[in-house]
């Protein structure tokens, strides 16, 4: 296979610009269909519609990829000219496939440390409510009217969010000149202001009341605190596995989970309070300790040999 070749610039303003692109992109697709505003996004057909809109875009947001990248690309020595075309279109395509987290050396392991950190960090819930998540994913699982939704929550939904908010941005950050603790910080407020548009349906659904809209406001501030934390998470765990399959594990693991019920925290027997705590408390510590540092990470040579 070829060798990958050192990314070494492009500008902060174009990769800013880029990732802001691929996320209007994501999101205005949405919208593109007839009738999308003013239909559900549970209803079957918009459900449909959206699966092949965000299918454009990950096709879209490859070839902008390969394009960025090789722009940034040093250029490919030793290359014999009649070939060179078609080799370096071709190179350009297979490093953009390892830069994505596509093509990995540990694919497993990288499914292995993410769910295994994740893990960790919800150690409480999984304790003290594992029944009442089987129970739900049965539900789920059993319900034919809900199949496209849970397929769309389950399944689509966390694949081409982690492509396109980890496997495309992550590369185009990081060869932009961002260093990999700038990129796991900013990068997230992309995929959190991406979900903003929920508010709207919020609205809608509410018959654009005053309550509504305040609804909407707490709702979408929360959303963008708990995407913007789980974006931090899933941007390490990419960088750290070059992988993109340990993302999208743990976005599929944390859509089944949901926000933790922290009602065991403040109600029932002291004794079962305490144990709350005691998992929760540890959980966190566990997670803390299994965050390892993220330079030397094998992904972050492609970048800076």
């Given at each position: ?41 549970n ?9 092949k809109?965000?299918a454009?875009t ?6 902008l ?6 722009s ?20 350009e ?9 596509i ?28 029944m ?16 496209l ?30 260093s990999?603790?700038?990129t ?10 991406a ?21 909407a ?20 765990l ?10 999208i ?6 859509n ?33 300790t ?16």
């Amino acid at each position: 296979m070829p060798q990958t070749s050192t990314v070494h610039g492009l500008t902060w303003l174009a990769a800013m610009s880029s990732c802001l692109f691929l996320s209007t992109l994501f999101v205005g697709s949405f919208y593109l269909f007839p009738g999308a505003i003013s239909r559900s996004r549970n209803d079957p057909d918009v459900i449909r519609q959206r699966f092949k809109a965000v299918a454009l875009t990950c096709a879209i947001g490859f070839v902008l990829v390969v394009g960025l990248l090789a722009s940034a690309r040093k250029p490919i020595e030793h290359v014999d000219p009649i070939r060179h075309t078609l080799y370096s279109i071709w190179l350009e395509v297979w490093n953009t496939f390892k830069y994505v987290g596509i093509v990995s050396h540990s694919p497993i392991s990288s499914i292995a440390v993410s769910l295994g950190i994740c893990g960790a960090l919800f150690l409480g819930p999984l304790v003290l409510d594992h029944m009442e998540i089987y129970i739900q994913m049965q539900q789920a699982l059993d319900s034919p009217d809900k199949n496209l939704i849970t397929i769309r929550n389950w399944v689509v939904g966390p694949i081409v969010e982690e492509i396109v908010f980890r496997g495309y941005m992550v590369p185009i950050m990081l060869a932009g000149g961002f260093s990999a603790r700038q990129t796991i910080w900013c990068l997230p407020l992309f995929f959190g202001i991406a979900h903003l548009h929920h508010a709207w349906e919020v609205i809608r659904d509410g018959g654009y009341t005053r309550r509504s809209i305040i609804h909407a406001a707490t709702s979408s501030i929360f959303q963008l605190m708990y995407t913007m934390v789980f974006g931090w998470l899933a941007t390490y765990l990419f960088i750290r596995t070059g992988s993109l399959y340990g993302p999208i594990a743990t976005h599929i693991f944390c859509n089944i989970v949901g926000f933790p019920n922290l009602d065991s925290l403040v109600s029932g027997p002291l004794k079962s309070q305490v144990l709350a705590w005691g998992l929760y408390i540890s959980g966190i510590l566990v997670f803390y300790t299994v965050l390892t540092p993220i330079d030397g990470c094998e992904y972050l040579k492609l970048y800076f040999n």
